[in-house]
């Protein structure tokens, strides 16, 4: 390497190491248009633990699988936070009613990818929340309680007991032996309990809780300078909760701070053995943050639309052919120019249905599934994320259900053709519920003789579209 290229590439590598920060936000950029390459294993926790709740109405997961949504979420998954990568994927599988939240995250969208010192103030403050640990958050907020430890009143009375009798030692000598003898206990109980898998990894995440406590904060701050990112206002507005939460949970975040440092490190392992100390704190911050994490349940979801807002910008920066949707209350579909989000060089289709539905048919490899697809995942992209690959797109308010393969299993019994049937006849349940629904179907009845099928696959499609859009 010639030399100035070398003295250049110290300089970099010198900077670097003195301000991180300088680093993760040249890469950043780097990232900036480019499709997501994240493998977050866990991108559906938050989803999984709140998709029950009232009012929400989520994309299947036969139409989330069918319509290839997985490989569609995965391309726009370049978050910065695990908490982002949740976020992104519950508002993919959930519907949104309303038009004005859909016009509003689009408008977002545009002040993203027009405004760059603006998206990465905002990615900085998410810097902090790069680790995987963080993807443990949600179930900590939203999951099933820890279970408590039994008995903490006698934890902390027998912590006391040591703590006075190894004072009481250095006046007495006799009490050392006591001490010794509690001691045992003490390394017992801290095997037993303190350094089980659960407990460290309860520590853990109640670490990275205060991680979010700090990123939201860091977030709010910027509400004066981007009044426009509303999510930001209500961050501010969630701060009382965040700082309740965060006092409780102050002793034992400083004592792990203390751990690390040498040589306090030594006296804080010393006080772990004499009279469990960590232990007696990380009881009594689970007690207090099970008391308190509903609050932090709000600056969970603000901070993760801000990261899943930035990620969706970035993709539609790299795929520039998008429109906002205009919604209908009638059963009318209207898209020019259609794409699919899966295929960079896709031919562009346009379709009007007033209604009435559509057969398409064609030779093998000629693109129908791959049509009815572009048309169900456009309809599904307006209903959650507030934007469709088009030039121009009217989409009616509805749920879109799709059928495009059937499973077959050997284990339960079911068959190809059986799968079917059971599918297509919750189709029927949800056209009589009334609504303007969208069916997305391939090959139907695929899995029997050619009589039956065309009869069977005639009087379903006719019932189906007496009040529905069927593809």
């Keep these: ?22 680093k993760a936000l040249r890469e950043l950029r780097a990232r900036w248009g480019r499709p997501g390459d994240k493998d977050n294993r866990r991108a559906n926790e938050y989803f999984d633990l709140t998709r029950d709740m009232p009012g929400t109405a989520c994309i299947d997961d ?17 978050t910065v936070s695990p908490v982002g990568s949740q976020v992104l994927f519950r508002q993919m599988r959930e519907y949104v009613a309303d038009a004005d939240p859909q016009a509003r995250k689009y408008a977002v969208y545009a002040v993203l990818c027009s405004n760059a010192a603006a998206r990465e103030a905002l990615q900085k403050a998410l810097l902090s929340l790069q680790d995987e640990r963080h993807d443990r958050i949600a179930e900590f907020i939203f999951g099933a309680l820890p279970a408590p430890l039994r008995h903490p009143g006698l934890l902390r009375s027998w912590a006391l007991a040591s703590l006075v009798v190894l004072a009481a030692a250095f006046a007495w000598s006799w009490l050392f032996w006591v001490w010794l003898a509690m001691l045992l206990v003490n390394v017992v109980v801290l095997v037993r309990i303190g350094t089980t898998g ?7 995440t109640l670490e990275a809780c205060l991680h979010l406590v700090k990123a939201a904060d860091d977030l709010a701050a910027l509400h004066e300078r981007h009044s426009w990112l509303p999510q930001l206002a209500g961050l501010r507005d969630e701060r009382n909760n965040r700082t309740r939460l965060s006092r409780a949970s102050g002793w034992l975040i400083a004592w792990l701070s203390f751990e690390k440092l040498f040589p306090i490190s030594i006296v804080a392992m010393f006080l772990d053995l004499a009279c469990l100390a960590k232990l007696v704190l990380h009881v009594r911050a689970m007690q207090r943050f099970a008391s308190l994490r509903s609050g932090l349940a709000a600056s969970f979801a603000l901070v993760g639309e801000i990261d899943a807002a930035v990620a969706v910008a970035s993709w539609l920066a790299g795929h520039p052919h998008h429109c906002p949707p205009v919604f209908t209350g009638c059963a009318v579909l209207d898209i020019a ?13 346009s379709v009007r249905l007033d209604g009435r539905s559509a057969l398409v048919t064609g030779s093998n490899m000629a693109g129908k599934t791959t049509f009815i697809k572009m048309l169900g995942v456009n309809a599904l ?16 308010h509805s749920r879109v259900l799709a059928s495009i393969q059937a499973a077959h299993s050997v284990a339960s019994g079911r068959s190809h053709y059986f799968s079917e049937v059971e599918t297509i006849r ?9 609504g303007c629904t969208l069916f997305v179907i391939d090959e139907l009845f695929s899995g029997t003789n050619t009589v039956e099928r065309v009869a069977i696959a005639r009087a379903v499609l006719e019932a189906l579209g007496r009040h529905a859009l069927v593809l």
């Design 1 to 22: 390497m010639p030399l100035p290229a070398l003295l250049e590439d110290v300089r970099i590598r010198l900077l670097d190491a003195l301000f991180p920060q300088r």
């Design 62 to 78: 036969k139409t989330w699988a069918d319509l290839e949504f997985p490989e569609i979420f995965a391309s726009m998954d370049s």
């Design 198 to 204: 659960r407990t460290l990894r309860d520590v853990q």
């Design 337 to 349: 120019d259609g794409c699919h989000p899966l295929l960079a060089d896709g031919v562009a289709n």
């Design 381 to 396: 992209l307006a209903q959650t994320l507030g934007f469709c690959m088009a030039s121009r797109a009217a989409i009616p």
């Design 426 to 434: 919750s189709f029927l349940a949800q056209q009589a519920r009334g």
